[in-house]
T-cell receptor
Framework: DSGVTQTPKHLITATGQRVTLRCSPR?????VYWYQQSLDQGLQFLIQYYNGEERAKGNILERFSAQQFPDLHSELNLSSLELGDSALYFCASTQGGGGYTFGSGTRLTVV | DAKTTQPPSMDCAEGRAANLPCNHS???????VYWYRQIHSQGPQYIIH???NNETNEMASLIITEDRKSSTLILPHATLRDTAVYYCIVRIQGGSEKLVFGKGTKLTVNP
């Protein structure tokens, strides 16, 4: 257990639907990062939050949004889902010092 | 874009040392070299990081050349469980800068 909790582990949904992925960072970590990894692709940075505020944006589609709540957990919302959105979605957290801690990911399958 | 260059794949015999190279010729003076690995479909795992001195921990050793333009991650006694994609990343320590992943090196440890 890395200390970063992601739920659900697996999600199967239909095209056009909306889903919410949840991430609880490691205790004490203020920064949360979301990454997308499509089949046989690298890890693509989506978005970062720090203590409730958006800090940086990467290649995140307009159909996707995220937020970080006062208790520091974060949610990634994916809407109008397409087949190409099928991927592993990882959350990571850090206190800002050394290494980042990743969760075990959510595998999203859009059918 | 990633600031590092790694071979796409390497093989290693079980029990032997695995030496994974990384080129980072444009590294800045305040950037550290980080290594992560991703075992199939799991979240990336932090291995080690360093600035200019060689570093060792329970997982691996990191050798950084004197000019800091390249480094080598050494797994002293590779096991089958070390089969993974290894990522070399350069970033400033501290703060909350996102990790930028390249394609990494797929290390296969053979029995």
């Amino acid at each position: 257990d890395s200390g970063v909790t992601q739920t659900p582990k697996h999600l199967i949904t239909a095209t056009g639907q909306r889903v919410t992925l949840r991430c609880s960072p490691r205790s004490g970590d203020l920064s949360v990062y979301w990454y997308q990894q499509s089949l046989d692709q690298g890890l693509q940075f989506l978005i970062q939050y720090y203590n409730g505020e958006e800090r940086a944006k990467g290649n995140i589609l307009e159909r996707f949004s995220a937020q970080q709540f006062p208790d520091l957990h974060s949610e990634l919302n994916l809407s109008s889902l397409e087949l190409g959105d099928s991927a592993l979605y990882f959350c990571a957290s850090t206190q800002g010092g050394g290494g980042y801690t990743f969760g075990s990911g959510t595998r999203l399958t859009v059918v | 874009d990633a600031k590092t260059t790694q071979p796409p794949s390497m093989d290693c015999a079980e029990g032997r040392a695995a030496n994974l190279p990384c080129n980072h010729s444009t590294i800045s003076g305040n950037e550290y070299v980080y290594w992560y690995r991703q075992i199939h479909s799991q979240g990336p795992q932090y291995i080690i990081h360093g600035l200019k001195n060689n570093e060792t921990n329970e997982m691996a050793s990191l050798i950084i050349t004197e000019d800091r333009k390249s480094s080598t991650l050494i797994l002293p006694h590779a096991t089958l469980r070390d089969t993974a994609v290894y990522y070399c990343i350069v970033r400033i320590q501290g703060g909350s800068e996102k990790l930028v992943f390249g394609k990494g090196t797929k290390l296969t440890v053979n029995p």
